[in-house]
């Protein structure tokens, strides 16, 4: 997978290219902030979302990149994407009656559109909110030949289009949103809203968020999901030169994780590494979630390298050289 990127630029819209917003709400973001351990695996798993719906509806013929836009608005946290789509065959590009999808239509059935005079639900964002995640028992051709009918529960039926069934029928799909919605089972986010064109599409609350459906071979096991790496600055809050985890701030919020640079490490023991209050450290940092058989849910975090020093105001020495 290509991953999420980070842009600058606030990229215009064209034919291979579309913009839309993930807004999170709650006391916990009313300043702009929130829990690097939560957000980098809800953007993993939307990530996860349009990789596997372009995959599911364009087939390997295609690819898509969905990049961060570098805007972040006060008051709540908004995210805006751009989505490029990507045909791999150079002669497919120039025949657009080839059918593949682009990237409006794929967010079309991914967040859905704000069109409410539709008789249908459309989108498997929607589709998801209205049966709150749970797995179809069926899907079954609908009233036309361009809708399909989804069973749940209690025979509890929604209609829908043919291509939001296929996505919402998908185990993958189904799990990938469940991921990026998952900050809303923790306290201080309380709404996740997709947006298009700054209009809203969709707003999930707490209550509308499903459970993550694992392989049957793990459902018993407990299962990590990797958020990956990121380099960030950090200060240091409270070290521990024993081996354990670390106390670390990043400007916005207080984190634990553990310290694996061996190298930084054993300059420490050695004191030939010394540093004082206030001094901060670009670092290597990966979060890991870890779900365990019970349900539960942890984020451990580990620095894999620290790369550079930058030095604050000299005042109390946390360690000698």
Do not use: C
Not at 109 to 123: E, P, Q, R
Not at 256 to 284: I, P, S
């Amino acid at each position: 997978m290509e991953g999420i990127a980070l842009i600058s630029d606030t990229a215009a819209e064209t034919e291979a290219s579309s913009t839309f917003q993930l807004a999170y709400g709650g006391s916990d973001v009313v300043r702009g902030s929130m829990s690097i351990g939560e957000l980098v695996p809800a953007l993993a798993g939307l990530n996860d979302l349009i990789e596997l719906s372009n995959e599911i509806l364009n087939g390997d013929g295609s690819r898509v990149d969905l990049r961060v836009l570098a805007e972040f608005e006060s008051g709540s946290f908004d995210v805006n994407f751009l989505l490029s789509h990507h045909l791999l065959d150079a002669a497919a590009a120039a025949l657009p009656t080839l059918g593949a999808l682009n990237s409006s239509q794929i967010l079309d059935l991914v967040v859905g559109t704000f069109d409410k005079t539709k008789t249908i639900i459309s989108g498997v964002a929607k589709v998801y909110k209205a049966l709150h995640g749970e797995k179809p028992k069926e899907i079954r051709s609908g009233p036309t030949n361009d809708t399909w009918i989804i069973v749940i529960g209690n025979n509890n039926t929604i209609v829908t289009d043919v291509n939001s069934a296929k996505l919402y029928g998908d185990d993958r799909v189904r799990n990938a949103l469940t991921r990026a919605a998952v900050p809303l089972t923790h306290d201080g986010i309380d709404s996740l809203t997709f947006k298009r064109n700054d209009e809203v599409v969709e707003t999930f609350d707490r209550e509308d968020v499903g459970s993550i459906e694992w392989p049957e071979a793990a459902s018993k096991a407990s299962v990590e999901a990797d958020g990956g790496t990121r380099e960030i600055w950090v200060r240091v809050v409270k070290p521990n030169f024993d081996g354990g985890r670390w106390s670390f701030h990043d400007g916005s919020a207080k984190f634990g994780a553990e310290l694996e640079d061996r190298d930084f490490q054993a300059k420490v023991n050695l004191r030939e590494q010394g540093f004082y209050k206030g001094d901060t450290f670009l670092v290597r940092l990966r979060s890991v979630q870890h779900l365990d058989k019970n349900g539960g849910l942890t984020t451990r975090n580990v620095v894999e390298k620290v790369i550079d020093q930058r030095q604050g105001p000299r005042q109390q020495r946390l360690l000698s050289s």
